[in-house]
């Protein structure tokens, strides 16, 4: 792309902003891909005339995705590695939203909403799965310390997501934890109907727990952690988090809050899978 050796942002990517990408820069160079239009009869805000995001052609490696993400402060796309390309946003199965619908939800409220609505229909025998906070959510966990620069932690972390041979998507996004919403992703569709409220969290992560969004599946995500809770206690609070945010992960797999959050504890990824 001669545009994009020149620096400019190729045409192609400008079609994802509303002003046509003006005075925005890219100088990396691009494997073959296209942009992404969400299905008119799947999302509604199709009305807005714009794709929901670029998507390549084939698997890239994650030097590339580092490279991509080092630009994000000029480029404003944020680079997401999506699993691979035989998904529903390859047909357009996405239903875009936009960043100013997830300023008006927060962790907190999410979190006691959705602690408050499983206790009302748990059985008593369920409860253990919740100790030893019981039926009074927690509330978020305070932040975590950063053991390393965000960045470069994310950039490690996409390598090894890279090696699943993934495509790379590209979103018109501040943030990585609005891209979610950008894009349309439903992962979670299972869960929560609607992802914004899901974007609110990952971005309270952003901020305590130096989380960058690195991949999507399906049914999936993956985020890299620079600060990670790293005694029991800190990780348990953190788990009852993560309880809310994909319950999958502990009923699907370590069965209570305390197996959990020794699973995550010091760990640099979190990894959400949505049955």
């Known amino acids: 792309m001669d545009e994009c050796e020149r620096g400019q942002l190729p045409p192609v990517l400008g079609q994802l902003f509303a002003d046509g990408g003006d005075g925005r820069t890219l100088s990396v160079e691009l494997p073959p891909g296209d942009v992404v239009w969400p299905d008119p009869g799947y999302a509604q805000l199709a009305i807005r005339r714009r794709p929901a995001f670029w998507l390549s052609d084939e698997a890239v490696r994650g030097e590339l995705w580092a490279d991509l993400r080092a630009q994000h402060e000029h480029s404003g796309l944020w680079p997401v590695l999506l699993e691979d390309s035989i998904q529903p946003w390859s047909t357009g199965q996405v239903a ?17 909403e959705v602690w408050a609505d499983w206790i009302a229909r748990a059985h008593i025998d369920q409860l253990e799965l919740l100790d030893p906070f019981g039926p009074e959510c927690p509330g978020p966990a305070p932040s975590g310390k950063l053991a ?104 699907q797999g370590a069965g209570t809050l305390i197996d959990y959050a020794e699973q995550i504890k010091g760990r640099n990824a979190w990894s959400f899978w949505w049955d």
Do not use: K
Not at 96 to 112: K, Q, S
Not at 208 to 225: E, K
């Open 96 to 112: 875009p939203d936009t960043v100013v619908e997830i300023d008006h939800y927060h962790t907190a409220a999410f979190m006691a």
């Open 148 to 251: 390393a620069d965000p960045g470069v932690v994310a950039d490690w972390y996409a390598g090894l997501v890279a090696e699943r041979r993934t495509p790379l998507g590209l979103i018109a996004a501040d943030r990585g934890a609005d891209a979610l919403a950008v894009m349309g992703w439903q992962g979670a569709l299972n869960h929560n109907e609607w992802m914004v409220p899901l974007a609110a969290v990952v971005r309270s992560w952003e901020d305590r727990f130096g989380a960058r969004v690195v991949g999507m599946g399906f049914n999936t995500l993956d985020l890299s952690i620079a600060a990670p809770p790293v005694t029991s206690e800190h990780a348990l609070h953190v788990a009852a988090e993560h309880w809310t945010f994909c319950p999958d992960s502990i009923t």
